[in-house]
Structure formats: C-alpha cells, structure tokens
C-alpha cells in the first residue's frame, strides 16, 4: 500500500473551507487504499508569534476536526509532530544539505516574512520547508494530499531527497504531490482573488468548520460576486462566481458544467443560498461531532499516544538509517 502523509497547522480556532476541501477530504477519501499517516505539525506553527495556551487548546482541536471529519485512527496514524522527536532531528540533517539560495526562493517564506517586518521573521520560519520535508521523507511517503499553496514546498522536498540519495545513497523515497483538481485553491468569500486563509483581513470571506450554521450562511449570501448576472466559469473574468462554482462542486461531487446548466437562466442570490445550505449541511455534522470529541480531552490524548506511539516506531528506523548514512557514530 502507497504510503500517504500530511499535516495541518494548529494556528487557529478552526480549520477553514480551503484546509477542508483542499486536504483534509482528499485525506479522508485516501484511507482505503493507503497506509495513511496525519499529523497535526505543531512544530511548524511557532513559526510565527503563538500564545501557548492557545497553541495547546488549537493543537486538540486540529486533532478533533480531522477526527470528525472522518480520519479513523484504526486505519490512519494520527499523531502531534511534537512527540515524534525524528522530525525535528532530520530537519537539521536536511537543513545542511539545503542551499541558503534555495530556501530563500521559497515564495511562501517571502510572503509570510514580509508581513512579519524586518526582524519578526525568524530563521525558523526560513527553515520551516525543511522540516516539512522531514516530515514526508520519515516515512517513504509516496503521496502528499495538499492545496496548491504547498506544490512548491513538495518540490524542495523532492530535490532533497534526491539530493541525499544521490550524496549518501539510496535512503528516502522520492514523494510526489496529491492535489485536487477544483479545490485546490479555495479564495477569501470577499476577496476572490486571495485565496482563503486564515490570516485573512476581513471575517466575512474566512468560512471556518466551527462557525456557528448561520455565520456559515451569512458569508455566502454576502460573497462578492460581480456586475454581471451569468453564473459561468470564469476565473480571470469571474472569480467570485468561479470560486463558488468551485465549493459547490467540491462540495457536492458535482461537475461545474452541470452545476452551470442547473443555474442558467436563475440569480446569484439563488446560487448563494443554495450553496450555503450545502455547506452547512456538510459542515455541521463535522462541528458537532468536534466539539463531542473536545469533551473529553483524556481520550483525545490517548488516541493521540497511540498514534505517536505507531509513528515513532517508523520514523526512529528512518532516522537511525540516515544517521548511520551521514557518518555519526552510533551510540556504545
Ligand atoms: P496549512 O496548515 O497552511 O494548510 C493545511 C492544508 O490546507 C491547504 N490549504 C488550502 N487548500 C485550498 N485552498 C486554500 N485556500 C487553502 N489553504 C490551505 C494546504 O495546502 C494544506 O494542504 N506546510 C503545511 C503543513 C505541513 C505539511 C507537512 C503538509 C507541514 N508538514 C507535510 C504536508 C506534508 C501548511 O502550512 O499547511
């Protein structure tokens, strides 16, 4: 069976629609076929300023909702990258065959240390891709379920496995990206040419899977849209109809053609709360099933110990491999 990893930051109070439709569906849809391993990456999410407490709290939630959502720890490992001590190991291993060029062209980085000022970014921002990389590359991960937004990072993940493979000899797999084909870059309801984030500027674009049901609502029925009255596809012409033809179809498994002969003729607003109640219909279950399994945070931990436990194992052989690989003597 192809080994599948993937991971989410813990950075917020919920995971939005793009984190949803853009990863965590394809991870759900992946566990029959795969040997599937998820991670909630905590590691990466002090990258940037955090509040412990709230990092604590968000690291649970993260776990909660790709449970809800219907990650089953039978079939998946489901752990918190913190209590695998290998990631952060092999992210130094890697970071010294990493070009300081090379890290630099990552177009994520660049964005992110812009907004962080001259001295809010720090090297552990700039080294995040790399431990991303240890991540995947841990487990001879053959695919990598992510949004669009994370195709370049699978690239440098690639040229350093090729790059040690080809240095020290054949020791990791060499992984490639899974990405969905209409929701691999879901936009900010308000401002349909960023792509939702959870950084977003204004709340009203931002759909996250803890809204309360109306607040989900609300956001549709207010999506930019534009002056024209068509519901076509168009990305250049019309973003905010497209990016809603893009949820409604990601949604419901729908093609857009069909999507757009079922709306000719009828209203954006018709389309707006039609999507909204499909949406929420989608979403809600997820919520509640959240907030059950928040209830009892004892049993989230175990279920999370369990998973580090089937993690740890793997990765620590990885690990002593690329060990014995660089030169390090092993200990006596
Ligand atoms: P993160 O936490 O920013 O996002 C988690 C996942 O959600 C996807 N995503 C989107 N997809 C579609 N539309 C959007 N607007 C949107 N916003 C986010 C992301 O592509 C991602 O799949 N670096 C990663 C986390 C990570 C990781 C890994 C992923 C760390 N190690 C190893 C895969 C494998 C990140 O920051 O994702």
Redesign the pocket.
């Known amino acids: 069976r192809p080994i599948v990893?993937?991971?989410?930051?813990p950075?917020s109070d919920s995971l939005?629609l793009?984190?949803y439709?853009?990863?965590l569906v394809n991870w759900v849809a992946l566990q029959d076929e795969v040997d599937p391993i998820y991670?909630v990456?905590d590691l990466?999410a002090i990258t940037v300023a955090q509040d412990p407490a709230a990092l604590r709290e968000s690291t649970r939630r993260t776990a909660a909702q790709y449970l809800a959502a219907g990650i089953d720890p039978e079939r998946s490992t489901l752990f918190v990258q913190s209590h695998v001590p290998a990631h952060a190991e092999l992210a130094w291993v890697l970071s010294t065959i990493t070009g300081f060029g090379e890290a630099s062209r990552m177009t994520q980085f660049k964005d992110k240390s812009a907004k962080q000022g001259a001295d809010g970014a720090t090297v552990g921002l700039f080294t995040?891709p790399v431990?991303?990389a240890a991540?995947?590359l841990l487990y001879d991960t053959s695919l990598?379920?992510?949004?669009?937004?994370?195709r370049q990072?699978l690239e440098l993940t690639r040229d350093l496995a090729g790059r040690f493979n080809s240095r020290f000899g054949e020791t990791f797999r060499i992984p490639e990206a899974y990405i969905p084909e209409t929701?691999?870059?879901?936009?900010d309801l308000q401002d349909p040419t960023s792509?939702?984030?959870k950084s977003a500027a204004s709340d009203a674009g931002l759909v996250r899977v803890l809204d309360e049901p109306n607040a989900t609502a609300k956001k549709f029925k207010s999506a930019v849209t534009d002056a024209e009255r068509e519901i076509r596809y168009d990305r250049t012409a019309k973003p905010g109809v497209s990016n809603l033809l893009d949820i409604y179809a990601a949604v419901t498994g729908r093609g857009i053609p069909e999507i757009e002969a079922e709306y000719a003729g009828r209203g954006y607003g018709d389309l707006k709360k039609e999507l909204a109640e499909v949406v929420v219909d989608r979403l809600a279950p997820i919520r509640a099933r959240t907030f059950e399994l928040l209830a009892d945070p004892a049993e989230l931990d175990r279920i999370l110990a369990l998973g580090a436990d089937k993690a740890a194992e793997r990765a620590e052989v990885k690990l002593a491999e690329v060990y014995e690989r660089v030169g390090f003597v092993r200990r006596g």
């Open positions: 990893f993937s991971g989410m930051q950075s939005h793009g984190n439709l853009g990863a991670c990456v990466h995040y431990l991303m991540d995947i990598v379920p992510v949004g669009d937004d994370q990072h929701s691999a870059r879901i936009y792509k939702m984030s």
